[in-house]
């Protein structure tokens, strides 16, 4: 089992840029495919990015692609989210999840999350 805790959230003006970083728990980082996901007031659950358990393979959403960057470090045990030009639409609680083997734009597919954090940009 793994566990996650997410950091780096806050209030940003749209145009701005935010990372938010995400540390597991346990010497297995290496073997979970890893996703940042958000979720907006009234909003279902939505896939932002993906990382496989190497890093070589990356996958985003149409909303995000060329804006955010997903990447991760497995000896630090860390998966972070840069977002740039961000845009008053990406306000949302950002969670950070994982699963075993290989990736997976599906919600219901990562077993492991963490706790979420917050995510504002004012127009």
């Known amino acids: 089992q793994v566990q996650l805790t997410e950091s780096g959230g806050g209030l940003v003006q749209a145009g701005g840029s935010l990372r938010l970083s995400c540390t597991a728990s346990g010497r297995t980082f290496s073997s979970y495919a890893m996703g940042w996901f958000r979720q907006a007031p009234g909003k279902e659950r939505e896939f932002v990015a993906s990382?496989?358990?190497?890093?070589?393979?990356?996958y985003y959403a149409d909303s995000v692609k060329g804006r955010f960057t997903i990447s991760r470090d497995n000896a630090g045990n860390t998966v972070d989210l840069q977002m740039n030009s961000l845009k008053p639409e990406d306000t949302a609680v950002y969670y950070c999840?994982?699963?075993?083997?290989?990736?997976?734009?599906?919600?219901?597919?990562?077993?492991?999350w963490g706790q979420g954090t917050q995510v504002t940009v004012s127009s």
């Open positions: 990382i496989n358990r190497s890093g070589g393979n990356t």
């Open positions: 999840a994982a699963k075993w083997f290989t990736t997976s734009t599906y919600t219901n597919t990562y077993p492991y």
